[in-house]
């Protein structure tokens, strides 16, 4: 049995598509732009990949973006005083810090000081503390988690009654995903650097959610047959017959894993592309929130 590919790329371009619709309506109706301030803190190379492309992809979609680039040893007070501003701020609707911060920086003050209704990745203790809890809905769910569960949904996985294994309990991608698959009545277990015996556990998945950044550390051996499988890591592997000399890679065995699973997102052009939709999704729901 060779999976099915669950084609992010093309499922992230839908969701473009739908967005862009929407915004054109919006600003057709004499409304603003959605606009999306990105801040970056210092010199990191695929931060500054990543939010060049969530800038890019708000001009693709009519959206208005703004970036910040912050030098790595800015102090916190400035850069709370950036967040402050970008708050206090009418024409930006989303505010987004990409992380990882540099060491010095307190990451979970940052965030308790984006307001809410512009907290588009979601990450403000506000919005993980509802997710977190029966009946009640967050303002904005996590862009990457957000794309792991459309695409599941996309591909016609029913993750209702599915026993579902999260690897990583991260706050950007395991805990919050973990949540999101509870919430749609999935049996999850979560995974991580203490847990005895992972194979044995992956073997039990109907649904896997792989997101511990370790280069192919999921084996085709550990996959249930007919296991999804959403590959949300991204890691560099070493290849000679590259310009680059590497090539990237998720935290699963794609060749191995395709033999046995039913689904698999591929890396590059799975999870990746989706987390961009997603955060387009909510910057534009950001501004419907802000001014209806
Ligand atoms: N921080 C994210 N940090 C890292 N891949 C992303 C990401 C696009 N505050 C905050 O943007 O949502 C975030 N909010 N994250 N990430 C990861 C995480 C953050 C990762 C990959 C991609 C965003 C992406 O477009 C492409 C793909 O998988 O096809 C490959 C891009 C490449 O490097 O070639």
Redesign the pocket.
Known sequence: MTAELIDGKLIAQQVRDEVAAKVTKRVAAGKSKPTLAAVLVGERV??A??VR?KGKACEELGMGSVSHHLPADISQLELEKVITSLNADKTVHGI????PLPDHLNEERVLQLISIEKDV?G?SPLNIGRLAQKGREPLFVP??PYGCIYLLEKAGVKIEGANAVVLGRSN?VGMPAALLLIGKNATVTVCHSRTKDIAAVVREADILIAAIGKTEFVRGDWVKPGAAIIDVG?NSKPDATKKSGYR?VGDVNFDEAREVAGFITP???????M??AM?MNNTYRAAEIQEP
């Open positions: 695929d931060s990949t990543y492309a987004l810090v990409q992380l990745d990450f862009c990457t950007i991204i990237l890396v590059p052009g799975g999870v990746g592309p987390t961009i955060l």
